[in-house]
T-cell receptor
């Protein structure tokens, strides 16, 4: 139980285009979803926290107009990287907490690797 | 601000060797401490956790003890297996909050 999926698993796009990444909780209701970014050989950095039906809360230094987060249902959150540039290339990971286990436990997706050319 | 520091990897061991992956933290108050494991191609999974000083978390033969005096949460296993090859992340979270602060991860490879 408590499976989180991400789609796509990897994406290559041209500079200036927008890319949407989906995060789904497959067998539980995710009241809260988190988006992380991971650079090579570095730790996961929290970008934003979103609660279903509410606006996301962004961490300091994360551009909310650049990284659009939508959490429209209890099983789906999306991250859209708008007007992507090469410096946005990274590994993006989502996690979810909710009806599976206690609220403190986050279940992680496998990640999406983005390469912007 | 809060931070977590793990020993640099990669770590390569032979099967049945003893494993220690060091983790220290900087935080105000008394955070909960976690170890997550990421197997190839999969998402991070919670391996074990401890919520207060002197607590010991354990799972799958792994153990870690919350040491307030040394602000540490070192991960240990007495006899590793090839299937333990993965990336291990130490993390903290303040109780009542949901924000996880991660270390940089340690890649572990176990050779048969």
């Amino acid at each position: 139980g408590a499976v989180v999926s991400q789609h796509p698993s990897w994406v290559i796009c041209k500079s200036g285009t927008s890319v949407k990444i989906e995060c789904r909780s497959l067998d539980f209701q995710a009241t809260t979803m988190f988006w992380y970014r991971q650079f090579p050989k570095q730790s996961l950095m929290l970008m934003a926290t979103s609660n279903e039906g509410s606006k996301a809360t962004y961490e300091q230094g994360v551009e909310k107009d650049k990284f659009l987060i939508n959490h429209a249902s209890l099983t789906l959150s999306t991250l859209t990287v708008t007007s992507a540039h090469p410096e946005d290339s990274s590994f993006y990971i989502c996690s979810a907490s909710g009806s599976a286990g206690n609220q403190e436990t986050q279940y992680f997706g496998p990640g999406t690797r983005l390469l912007v050319l | 601000g809060d931070s977590v520091t793990q020993m640099e990897g990669p770590v390569t061991l032979s099967e049945e060797a003893f494993l220690t992956i060091n983790c220290t933290y900087t935080a105000t108050g008394y955070p909960s401490l976690f170890w997550y494991v990421q197997y190839p191609g999969e998402g991070l999974q919670l391996l074990l956790k401890a919520t207060k000083a002197d607590d010991k978390g354990s799972n799958k033969g792994f153990e870690a003890t919350y040491r307030k005096e040394t602000t540490s949460f070192h991960l240990e296993k007495g006899s590793v297996q090839v299937s333990d090859s993965a990336v291990y992340f130490c993390a903290l979270m303040h109780q009542g909050a949901q924000k996880l602060v991660f270390g940089q991860g340690t890649r572990l490879t176990i050779n048969p």
